[in-house]
């Protein structure tokens, strides 16, 4: 990542936090303790941001509420072959005026390119996502009440009551922060409270996750591989990762980037 987008995301993020730790923006943006440290020095001394102990803090704060995690524009530039290779085949699931629900993530906003000449009921979380979808479909699109998280771009509502109780969906696709043979996990409580409203109003669950996913772990499991139906990742999944999976009774579908077509996937 060049320093000039570096210096324009921590801008962006401590804004967004207020304040940020040196170790949240090595791991937000990628980069080694030693670079992120010469950026915010840079970046003071221009006035963007002040210095603090082990961070920095936003000179104009907006307190936007945020979550644990990547954020959207910085995960779309992360495996984005393999992650329009997955979207394809995940399409292909998709029948004729199947009731659908899409989760939010740089994956799973993939297959709004796929469904441009679908007619499907779908209700989405992710809020670039169902902005693709009305703008560029036919498709009925549903958005479930809350609060917009802007990092991730996506809708969560703390509350027990909302549009997602009246909706019903043949399939949920969804992505995840990992996956092992514990099951599907996420690393914030709010998302793990989004994705299990989404998953009681489904009947299959399909997972779309690249490779990495399958090496990334946290304390947080959000459903068991039991609940799983399919998932789709690409080649850089190794076999022995692969292997629960299977054993699990999961059908596994792997993607190969270099089969991506630009044609939609739903008629």
């Known amino acids: 990542m060049l320093e000039r987008e570096r210096h324009r995301l921590i801008l962006k993020i401590a804004e967004e936090r207020a304040v940020v730790s040196v170790i949240d923006l090595c791991e937000l943006l990628g980069a080694s303790e030693a670079t992120i440290r010469r950026d915010i020095v840079a970046m003071s001394d221009r006035d963007e941001v002040r210095r603090v102990r082990g961070g920095v803090e936003a000179l104009n704060p907006r307190f936007q509420p945020h979550l644990v995690g990547v954020p959207l524009a910085l995960s779309q530039d992360v495996q984005v072959g393999e992650k329009q290779a997955i979207a394809q085949l995940a399409a292909g699931l998709i029948e004729p005026g199947d009731s659908i629900i899409i989760g939010g993530g740089s994956t799973t906003f993939c297959l709004a390119k796929f469904l441009e000449n679908a007619e499907l009921d779908i209700m989405t979380n992710s809020f670039p996502l169902a902005a693709q979808?009305?703008?560029?479909?036919?498709?009925?699109?549903?958005?479930?009440?809350?609060?917009?998280?802007?990092?991730?771009?996506?809708?969560?509502?703390?509350?027990e009551c909302d549009v997602t109780d009246h909706f019903w969906g043949a399939k949920l696709f969804t992505s995840c922060f990992g996956l092992n043979r514990f099951g599907m996990?996420?690393?914030?409580?709010?998302?793990?409270?989004?994705?299990?409203?989404?998953?009681?109003?489904?009947?299959?669950?399909?997972?779309?996750?690249?490779?990495?996913?399958?090496?990334?772990?946290?304390?947080?499991?959000?459903?068991?591989?039991?609940?799983?139906?399919?998932?789709?990742?690409?080649?850089?999944?190794?076999?022995?990762?692969?292997?629960?999976?299977?054993?699990?009774?999961?059908?596994?579908?792997?993607?190969?980037?270099?089969?991506?077509?630009?044609?939609?996937?739903?008629?």
């Open 133 to 159: 979808l009305v703008n560029h479909t036919r498709n009925r699109v549903t958005l479930p009440g809350g609060t917009i998280y802007r990092e991730q771009s996506i809708v969560l509502s703390p509350f």
């Open 185 to 267: 996990m996420e690393n914030d409580p709010l998302i793990v409270q989004s994705q299990n409203k989404l998953l009681a109003r489904a009947e299959q669950v399909i997972l779309l996750a690249d490779s990495t996913k399958l090496r990334k772990q946290s304390s947080m499991i959000v459903i068991p591989l039991s609940r799983i139906t399919t998932i789709v990742t690409d080649s850089g999944a190794r076999t022995e990762e692969l292997e629960p999976l299977r054993a699990a009774s999961i059908t596994v579908i792997v993607a190969r980037a270099e089969d991506t077509h630009p044609v939609a996937a739903v008629a």
